[in-house]
């Protein structure tokens, strides 16, 4: 007799790759998103300039780094040469007075990397080398997922930064630009998490630290054509259809979502606010599972502000910045300098430049964040100050995962204690360190290997690169021995 199908409840990258690798093993599968279109905070959407030129919206600017292997291999199925990538080879960093970093031609190999970057960076002496604690720094250098979370998940962020005793100067620009690109404020971020992400990017990344952009927007690129490849290998997609809440049924359950239906398995691929809802509206579905739901959280808001200028902005700007000392802003996308859309906007009317800021702090309205923004922007690039705007586009959101001190312990893993139903998403917890759109993508492809295996079939291969540090591993001298 012919099994329910398996269901997935959310269509973000990690309900998408959920659904790649049990399709592509033919099984039946049904996917529900809430939201019209399909790739959760990598989607886009339609929208219109007032001349009625049509573009893509976006809720900001996605990187693929090098490492993310499990992204690329998603992103294979619709594009095997990847040509839809265009490399990135140095993206600076900039601070206030001119202050600018790079990672042009650094050594992919640790520790050269490092000894390369401090050797060339204008905001470290050898004075203040002196200064700094040894012992705090090696532990980017021992990166183990049972040690580091163990020993530094109960601190902050801001407590091991401090330990490290790096002048602010330098602090700032290596540091502090880094740290925030996780969404979650210094303040309340585990340093455990902290740890993983400089192993994960830097420390233990054999690709390096350069990444490469869509040379067009995200929805048209990527989800659009993998939704119509999924639907090719028989996956019913249903757009703009909210789960109401699930029953169990036997060895299985029950989906409502406007109509029932049964599943012979369910994967909950939602961002936090959408599963700790879910879980409330489900009751006795969940049971065992609602103290790790429970325990999840978001971070503090960010914001995207979107500008379509008058005229073209002035040639040196960099495609992608990371910036520090300048009040909220974060990081400036000049998007002409890839995206093939917006190149075509300002060919006919002018730069398309986004601003970005994470961690924001509560008591901001949005005026105020908009105009902090643009300060922001004025004192990298005081050139654009006299420059028009014609249009914008401005979005706040808080949906993000918050990875707080003492919040791994209790952090759901993508297997549950409930029979055939796993989780998936950029907030679990994986056996190594993994972050945002390829944790995503990474916790989807388990979640389908764990129904797979349950079924005996054959599994999507897990690409990772190290999963411990050069000093947990002997590499370095011998001197790996640390406890």
């Given at each position: 007799?012919?099994?329910?199908?398996?269901?997935?409840?959310?269509?973000?990258?990690?309900?998408?790759?959920?659904?790649?690798?049990?399709?592509?093993?033919?099984?039946?599968?049904?996917?529900?998103?809430?939201?019209?279109?399909?790739?959760?905070?990598?989607?886009?959407?339609?929208?219109?300039?007032?001349?009625?030129?049509?573009?893509?919206?976006?809720?900001?600017?996605?990187?693929?780094?090098?490492?993310?292997k499990?992204?690329?291999?998603?992103?294979?199925?619709?594009?095997?040469?990847?040509?839809?990538?265009?490399?990135?080879?140095?993206?600076?960093?900039?601070?206030?007075?001119?202050?600018?970093?790079?990672?042009?031609?650094?050594?992919?190999?640790?520790?050269l990397?490092?000894v390369?970057l401090?050797?060339?960076?204008?905001?470290?002496?050898?004075?203040?080398l002196?200064?700094?604690?040894?012992?705090?720094?090696?532990?980017?250098?021992r990166?183990?997922?049972?040690?580091?979370?163990?020993?530094?998940?109960?601190?902050?962020?801001?407590?091991?930064?401090?330990?490290?005793?790096?002048?602010?100067?330098?602090?700032?620009?290596?540091?502090?630009?880094?740290?925030?690109s996780?969404?979650?404020?210094?303040?309340?971020y585990?340093?455990?998490?902290?740890?993983?992400?400089?192993?994960?990017?830097?420390?233990?990344?054999?690709?390096g630290?350069?990444?490469?952009?869509?040379?067009?927007?995200?929805?048209?690129?990527?989800?659009?054509?993998?939704?119509?490849?999924?639907?090719?290998?028989?996956?019913?997609?249903?757009?703009?259809?909210?789960?109401?809440?699930?029953?169990?049924?036997?060895?299985?359950?029950?989906?409502?979502?406007?109509?029932?239906?049964?599943?012979?398995?369910?994967?909950?691929?939602?961002?936090?606010?959408?599963?700790?809802?879910?879980?409330?509206?489900?009751?006795?579905?969940?049971e065992?599972?609602l103290?790790?739901?429970?325990?999840?959280?978001?971070?503090?808001?960010?914001?995207?502000?979107?500008?379509?200028?008058?005229?073209?902005?002035?040639?040196?700007?960099?495609?992608?910045?990371?910036?520090?000392?300048?009040?909220?802003?974060?990081?400036?996308?000049?998007?002409?300098?890839?995206e093939?859309?917006?190149?075509?906007?300002?060919?006919?009317?002018?730069?398309?430049i986004?601003?970005?800021?994470?961690?924001?702090p509560?008591?901001?309205d949005?005026?105020?964040?908009?105009?902090?923004?643009?300060?922001?922007?004025?004192?990298?690039?005081?050139e654009?100050?006299?420059?028009?705007?014609?249009?914008?586009?401005?979005?706040?959101?808080?949906?993000?995962?918050?990875f707080?001190?003492?919040?791994?312990?209790?952090?759901?893993?993508?297997?549950?204690?409930?029979?055939?139903?796993?989780?998936?998403?950029?907030?679990?917890?994986?056996?190594?360190?993994?972050?945002?759109?390829?944790?995503?993508?990474t916790?989807?492809?388990?979640?389908?290997?764990l129904?797979?295996?349950?079924?005996?079939?054959?599994?999507e291969?897990?690409?990772?690169?190290?999963?411990?540090?050069?000093?947990r591993?002997?590499?370095?001298?011998?001197?790996?021995?640390?406890?």
């Amino acid at each position: 007799m012919e099994r329910d199908p398996i269901v997935i409840v959310g269509g973000g990258l990690a309900g998408l790759a959920a659904a790649t690798v049990l399709a592509e093993r033919r099984q039946s599968v049904v996917l529900f998103e809430r939201e019209r279109y399909l790739g959760g905070r990598v989607g886009s959407w339609s929208d219109r300039l007032a001349d009625g030129t049509p573009f893509q919206m976006e809720r900001g600017f996605h990187a693929f780094f090098r490492n993310y292997k499990n992204l690329r291999a998603l992103l294979r199925r619709v594009d095997p040469e990847l040509s839809m990538l265009l490399p990135l080879d140095d993206y600076p960093l900039l601070g206030p007075g001119g202050a600018r970093e790079s990672f042009r031609d650094l050594p992919r190999i640790t520790p050269l990397n490092v000894v390369e970057l401090v050797r060339r960076t204008p905001s470290l002496s050898l004075r203040d080398l002196g200064r700094v604690h040894v012992p705090s720094a090696l532990e980017m250098l021992r990166f183990d997922p049972e040690r580091t979370y163990a020993r530094w998940d109960e601190r902050t962020a801001r407590s091991y930064l401090d330990s490290l005793r790096f002048p602010p100067e330098a602090r700032r620009m290596l540091f502090e630009v880094f740290a925030h690109s996780f969404f979650n404020p210094e303040d309340s971020y585990s340093a455990g998490e902290l740890l993983a992400m400089f192993h994960f990017y830097f420390l233990g990344n054999p690709d390096g630290l350069p990444f490469d952009v869509m040379k067009r927007p995200f929805g048209p690129a990527f989800i659009d054509p993998l939704a119509a490849y999924l639907e090719a290998h028989g996956v019913r997609i249903e757009r703009g259809v909210a789960v109401e809440r699930v029953e169990r049924d036997g060895d299985g359950f029950v989906v409502h979502a406007g109509e029932a239906v049964r599943a012979s398995a369910l994967v909950l691929a939602l961002d936090v606010p959408g599963l700790k809802g879910l879980a409330a509206r489900s009751g006795a579905a969940f049971e065992g599972l609602l103290p790790g739901i429970e325990s999840l959280e978001v971070t503090a808001r960010f914001a995207v502000l979107r500008l379509f200028y008058e005229g073209r902005g002035p040639v040196h700007l960099a495609p992608f910045a990371g910036t520090a000392g300048v009040g909220l802003l974060d990081n400036i996308s000049v998007y002409e300098r890839f995206e093939d859309e917006s190149e075509a906007i300002a060919r006919n009317q002018g730069s398309v430049i986004e601003l970005h800021a994470y961690g924001i702090p509560d008591g901001l309205d949005e005026a105020a964040i908009r105009a902090d923004l643009m300060a922001g922007l004025h004192a990298i690039h005081p050139e654009l100050a006299g420059m028009t705007v014609r249009e914008e586009r401005y979005l706040v959101r808080r949906d993000c995962p918050a990875f707080a001190p003492g919040s791994h312990r209790l952090r759901p893993t993508v297997a549950t204690k409930v029979p055939g139903l796993v989780l998936a998403g950029d907030f679990v917890k994986l056996p190594f360190a993994s972050a945002l759109m390829e944790r995503a993508t990474t916790s989807g492809m388990m979640a389908g290997n764990l129904l797979l295996a349950a079924r005996g079939l054959g599994q999507e291969p897990i690409r990772t690169g190290p999963r411990k540090g050069i000093l947990r591993r002997g590499m370095l001298l011998g001197l790996g021995a640390s406890p």
